[in-house]
């Protein structure tokens, strides 16, 4: 759970002083376990990895990958370390599972890195605006919001394109009998 501290103003986070990498962690894991449903239910056929919600949007792929992105594009800096990413030329299910799994191993490196100090402020690029953050809220309310937004997209395409999934499976929380509908 995330609390803040919010005396004096502040807004640091406690996660912060345990793992910040965990939510990232977890939410990877139900990354994966969306993309090989998808998977599964197109037959490995990465016809769908090209679709996107509205014209102007990036397709499933590239949701797939900012999303599988974004933690080590904010642990690293978190953890005074340089920024990696695993994107491939992969354009399967497989090339992008490798590169979930990928950062999910890193993270978990990361994690048990003995980080003393974090910067004050991180720098990022938000589309063609320069950010510089304080720690606490380039995590709260940059990293983490963008990286559940484009999570979100990957589950909004696939349930789009009529991919069984459930809210379960975007949680790892929820359960719901097989076939539910919230409509009749």
């Given at each position: ?26 939410y ?29 949007m ?5 949701q ?114 097989e ?6």
């Amino acid at each position: 759970m995330l609390f803040f501290n919010l005396k004096n103003g502040s807004t640091e986070l406690y996660l912060w002083k345990k793992n910040p990498t965990a939510i990232f962690i977890y939410y990877l894991h139900q990354l994966k376990k969306i993309v090989q449903k998808i998977s599964q239910h197109q037959n490995n056929n990465p016809a769908l990895l090209q679709q996107s919600l509205y014209p102007d949007m990036l397709p499933l792929i590239e949701q797939i990958r900012t999303a599988a992105n974004f933690p080590l594009r904010s642990c690293c800096p978190l953890a005074n370390c340089e920024r990696i990413s695993f994107n491939n030329q992969d354009e399967t299910y497989l090339g992008l599972l490798q590169q979930i799994e990928k950062t999910i191993a890193y993270l978990q490196e990361l994690a048990h890195a003995n980080v003393q100090h974090h910067p004050e402020k991180i720098q990022d690029q938000a589309g063609t605006k320069h950010l510089e953050l304080p720690a606490a809220e380039y995590l709260n309310f940059y990293a983490l919001p963008n990286f559940f937004f484009h999570l979100s997209m990957v589950y909004a395409i696939a349930r789009n394109a009529g991919v069984p999934l459930s809210k379960g499976d975007f949680d790892g929380y929820h359960s719901y009998p097989e076939n539910f509908s919230f409509v009749s």
